[in-house]
Each structure stands twice: as structure tokens, then as C-alpha cells.
T-cell receptor, first 112, second 113 residues
Framework: GESVGLHLPTLSVQEGDNSIINCAYSNSASDYFIWYKQESGKGPQFIIDIRSNMDKRQGQRVTVLLNKTVKHLSLQIAATQPGDSAVYFCAEGSRGFQKLVFGTGTRLLVSP | DGGITQSPKYLFRKEGQNVTLSCEQNLNHDAMYWYRQDPGQGLRLIYYSQIVNDFQKGDIAEGYSVSREKKESFPLTVTSAQKNPTAFYLC????????????FGNGTRLTVT
């Protein structure tokens, strides 16, 4: 399959643990943030998004936290499963047009 | 099922040849995008199109060209002027809606030797 990042930061967890993946964004004017999951050989898959008027948003087993003061975004995955193993990207942008700026990604490895 | 289809999955070319990557979507999305992905880097925007017969350069457009003759199709040509064309190319689309996430295809791996 594709290698989407040979030198990515890596987070290794055990199955069932909670995972937290962090992202620092660059533009204080960004008002829309997204997390994507990318498995080897595939395109990025949308996980969850959040607008800048929110601090927290929850989905199924995932939570995104936004701290605008320090320009920090995090993705929390509850009860991590081996199928969650992938590279996770954050992206920032502005409403009205989806010209997103992507981070370099974090590789999540889940051991059974 | 609606989605974005990129073809082929793997493409090999000799240096100096132009090559065109296909991207087709049946999501009825207005906007389409091409990104390039290299190991250890985030996705970088090559070109985007918000509407048929209109497109704009992204951050790394040099050595690439696109066309948008149909809403469903946004082919990318990698020309011989692109100095480092070997990469993973991703096509995406989104409806012209505020705050809509990009939908991605599964990419084309281009290798130029």
C-alpha cells in the first residue's frame, strides 16, 4: 500500500485505550477545522469537524477539542480499536470556501 | 453509491512525458480540487475549481494544468515542466456550501523515472 508519511510522529496504544492526537494550527483567522483519517493506499476519510464558535464536538467514539487561545486542536478516540490504525490529519480553513491547509499527520498504531 | 473515482491507481511514466490523471465524481458537487501528497508532508493544493469552465491555481500549480469542461470531471495533467512529479495525487470535491468537508478519492500514485 501507499506510504503516506515515512517520518511521521507516531502514537502507539493498546486496544481499548483512549487515544489523543494533537494538532497545532497556524492561522488565527481560521474558523473551520477538520480531522481526517487516512489508511494505507486510500484517500483521507472525514472523521469530524468543528467551527470556531465551539470548543468541543462529539461524534461516535470521537471528540474534537478546540483551544483558540493557543491555536490547538485535538482528536480523542475512545476505546481505540485495531481498525483505528491509520494516519490522522488535521486541517484548517475558512467558511465560504474549502481551501484547507493540512497538517503533516500523526500515525496511530493500535496493538491488539 | 456516490463517490469520487480516480484512475488509474498506479501510473508509471518516463521523464519528459506529459501524463493525465483522471478524476470523476457523481456526488453532484460544484467544487473540485487536486492535492499532492509526499511522505512526511501535509496535502498541498495544486488546482481547484468552483464551477464548470473556471479554475484557479493552488499553492503548487507550476508544472500542472487542469480543465473543467464538465461538472463531473476534473482531469489533472502533469507536464514535463514539473520538476519532481513522483507523488501520490488526491482529487477531492465539495458542494458549494459553507463549511462542508472535502470528499476524497483513493488517489493515483504517479512514478516518473
Amino acid at each position: 500500500g501507499e506510504s503516506v508519511g515515512l517520518h511521521l510522529p507516531t502514537l502507539s496504544v493498546q486496544e481499548g485505550d483512549n487515544s489523543i492526537i494533537n494538532c497545532a494550527y497556524s492561522n488565527s483567522a481560521s474558523d473551520y477545522f477538520i480531522w481526517y483519517k487516512q489508511e494505507s493506499g486510500k484517500g483521507p476519510q472525514f472523521i469530524i469537524d468543528i467551527r470556531s464558535n465551539m470548543d468541543k464536538r462529539q461524534g461516535q467514539r470521537v471528540t474534537v477539542l478546540l483551544n483558540k487561545t493557543v491555536k490547538h486542536l485535538s482528536l480523542q478516540i475512545a476505546a481505540t480499536q485495531p481498525g483505528d490504525s491509520a494516519v490522522y490529519f488535521c486541517a484548517e480553513g475558512s467558511r465560504g470556501f474549502q481551501k484547507l491547509v493540512f497538517g503533516t499527520g500523526t500515525r496511530l498504531l493500535v496493538s491488539p | 453509491d456516490g463517490g469520487i473515482t480516480q484512475s488509474p491507481k498506479y501510473l508509471f511514466r518516463k521523464e519528459g512525458q506529459n501524463v493525465t490523471l483522471s478524476c470523476e465524481q457523481n456526488l453532484n458537487h460544484d467544487a473540485m480540487y487536486w492535492y499532492r501528497q509526499d511522505p512526511g508532508q501535509g496535502l498541498r493544493l495544486i488546482y481547484y475549481s468552483q464551477i464548470v469552465n473556471d479554475f484557479q491555481k493552488g499553492d503548487i500549480a507550476e508544472g500542472y494544468s487542469v480543465s473543467r469542461e464538465k461538472k463531473e470531471s476534473f482531469p489533472l495533467t502533469v507536464t514535463s515542466a514539473q520538476k519532481n512529479p513522483t507523488a501520490f495525487y488526491l482529487c477531492a470535491s465539495t458542494p458549494r456550501m459553507e463549511g462542508s468537508p472535502l470528499h476524497f478519492g483513493n488517489g493515483t500514485r504517479l512514478t516518473v523515472t
